[in-house]
Nanobody
Framework: QVQLVESGGGLVQAGGSLRLSCVTS????????MGWYRQAPGKQRELVAS???????NYADSVKGRFTISRDNAKNTVYLQMNSLKPEDTADYYC?????????WGQGTQVTVSS
């Protein structure tokens, strides 16, 4: 069973930065995409950013220009660099990795942005 472990969340003031990391418990083959989702209290989970195996990236309009997703295949890790954070970025952030046959989720890491 593959486990995804997120880290890097925390409390930060508006305008600050955080870097989230997601490490897999073992190497995953045939990855089609890696991404980050978030879920704020009372809201649905939404895509924040994703990257395909071909290197194509996709960002939610609300984070474009502020967040950057990257991956290190050798370390089985995907990152989310979050800059210029806003209070509305407050949410639980979840790592997601998809293959042709499976869809893996992490347990989430909390991000709180104070005004």
């Amino acid at each position: 069973q593959v486990q995804l472990v997120e880290s890097g969340g925390g409390l930060v003031q508006a305008g600050g930065s955080l870097r989230l990391s997601c490490v897999t418990s073992r190497r995953i083959i045939d990855i089609t995409s890696m991404g980050w989702y978030r879920q704020a209290p009372g809201k649905q989970r939404e895509l924040v950013a994703s990257t395909t195996s071909g290197g194509r990236t996709n960002y939610a309009d609300s984070v474009k220009g502020r967040f950057t997703i990257s991956r290190d295949n050798a370390k089985n890790t995907v990152y989310l660099q979050m800059n210029s954070l806003k209070p509305e970025d407050t949410a639980d952030y979840y790592c997601n990795i998809r293959t042709f046959l499976a869809n893996y989720w992490g347990q989430g890491t909390q991000v709180t942005v104070s005004s």
